[in-house]
């Protein structure tokens, strides 16, 4: 009930192109719903995250849909560039033990060819 | 600049060897976490912490334990190393009150373990 289940495990893209990761949760009292972007030999970072009772948020070429009823979720990445190589993870986030934990997803690695 | 440390990028220990994993953060975060990361599984929680000297298990705590002594350090210690605990290790920090949206988790930049 706490998973969150993130596909595909891996994407490859033309530059231009629009990858778009999807993620499925089951625990209704999941109420935040970030993204993490991970380069090689970094830590993730937060990327974009949402709320249930949106169903949209853009910020440049990255987009958050949400469909609160199907309980998914999904990141958009238009015009993709080399530079979005990377991987992403989808998260959940609730209180659970006197703190807002994260739940992830089993992460995409994206890559975009020139 | 925000700012997570660990102690080490990379780490090669022995089977039943001891090992401590250091975090330092220098946001003044109440919460501390460890994570493992490994490919197809993502992230998973082993321990956090929401204060000093407090602790709280987190989805694979069996086989590690933490210290948290100062609030800006959070150490895992692997009590006898195993091979099945050869993975990458991510420490992160967040505040602890707010609306959900402040509860970003801030990572430093792994430490990859290697148990031989």
């Known amino acids: 009930q706490q998973q969150v289940k993130q596909s595909p495990q891996s994407l490859i893209v033309q530059k231009g192109g629009i990858p778009i990761i999807n993620c499925a949760y089951e625990?209704?009292?999941?109420?935040?719903f970030p993204w993490y972007q991970q380069f090689p030999g970094k830590g993730p970072a937060l990327l974009i995250a949402i709320r249930p009772d949106v169903s949209e948020k853009k910020e440049g070429r990255f987009t958050i849909s949400f469909n609160k009823s199907a309980k998914q979720f999904s990141l958009h990445i238009m015009d993709s560039q080399p530079g979005d190589s990377a991987t992403y993870f989808c998260a959940a986030s609730m209180l659970m033990d006197s703190s807002y934990k994260l739940i992830f997803g089993s992460g995409t690695r994206l890559l975009v060819r020139p | 600049d925000v700012k997570v440390t660990q102690s080490s990028r990379y780490l090669v220990k022995r089977t039943g060897e001891k090992v401590f994993l250091e975090c330092v953060q220098d946001?003044?975060?109440?919460?501390m976490f460890w994570y493992r990361q490994d490919p197809g599984l993502g992230l998973r929680l082993i321990y956090f912490?929401?204060?000093?000297?407090?602790?709280e298990k987190g989805d694979i705590p069996e086989g590690y334990s933490v210290s948290r002594e100062k609030k800006e350090r959070f150490s895992l210690i692997l009590e006898s190393a195993s091979t099945n605990q050869t993975s990458m290790y991510l420490c992160?920090?967040?505040?602890?009150?707010?609306?959900?949206?402040?509860?970003?988790?801030?990572f430093g930049p792994g430490t990859r373990l290697t148990v031989t």
């Open positions: 625990n209704t009292a999941f109420d935040y």
């Open positions: 946001m003044d975060h109440e919460n």
């Open positions: 912490s929401y204060d000093v000297k407090m602790k």
């Open positions: 992160a920090s967040s505040l602890l009150m707010g609306d959900p949206s402040s509860y970003e988790q801030y």
